[in-house]
């Protein structure tokens, strides 16, 4: 049996062969199209749909959030000295989890040595931020403890026994304890911004530190969230 088909209707077979290859899901990734505006828009923005319904690009502020939460005890001794910081011990006997590293009167640097020994955290990517910090805290009725969060920029891991100076993101001010039996909270928003810019490798340090020459015995769990 043959067909006549006219000119029209060759045309029309040879345009739908050509439309069933090249369906949108057959496409391979050089192929796709990005979407609408994106040329234009500016970079580490996002596609959203507002709330008129609109295609938005818009501001990734969200970021991507990591916390780490440690937990700790102190028992500092008797001869404790007021204005002192007191970072974590590496493990050594019975110092685990415990402020028990002296490191001066109000320090500005720090020995690579301790900022490892003293470190609860390594920063994994280059331009994490602090974004929030929260913990509580219970001891001694009376006394008192203050609380450092420390940037040690030791990015590039310069094999040196060189002190770092490092700089201070955020303290808590000096928490009153009222006892074993009554925590105390705290709860540090906002942060100093430290030069140079922190870089994959810094290092985070907690510190403690008392306002009375006496011994200081307190419990403690907080909780660091870093934002790129």
């Not at 020459?213 to 769990?221: D, E, I, K, Q, Y």
């Amino acid at each position: 049996m043959f067909h006549n088909l006219t000119t029209n209707q060759h045309l029309k077979q040879k345009q739908n062969k050509i439309m069933s290859t090249n369906l949108h899901k057959n496409l391979n990734d050089l192929q796709l199209h990005v979407p609408k505006g994106f040329s234009t828009a500016a970079n580490s923005t996002k596609l959203t749909k507002n709330a008129s319904g609109n295609l938005d690009w818009v501001v990734d502020s969200a970021g991507t959030n990591t916390e780490i939460t440690t937990t700790s005890d102190k028992g500092y001794g008797a001869n404790l000295t007021a204005g002192n910081y007191y970072s974590f011990s590496p493990p050594s006997g019975n110092n685990e989890h415990k402020f028990t590293l002296n490191l001066g009167n109000a320090p500005t640097t720090i020995t690579p040595k301790n900022a490892v020994g003293g470190a609860i955290l390594t920063l994994t990517k280059t331009g994490e931020t602090m974004s929030s910090w929260t913990g509580k805290v219970y001891g001694g009725n009376g006394l008192s403890v203050n609380f450092h969060l420390l940037h040690v920029p030791w990015g590039s891991c310069q094999q040196s026994s060189t002190p770092i100076t490092f700089c201070t993101l955020a303290s808590t001010g000096a928490i009153a304890l009222t006892g074993n039996n009554n925590p105390i909270c705290f709860d540090v928003s906002s942060f100093n911004t430290c030069s140079p810019s922190p870089i994959k490798g810094d290092l985070i340090i907690l510190v403690a530190e008392s306002s009375a020459v006496t011994a200081l015995n307190f419990h403690m769990t907080q909780t660091i969230r870093l934002t790129t």
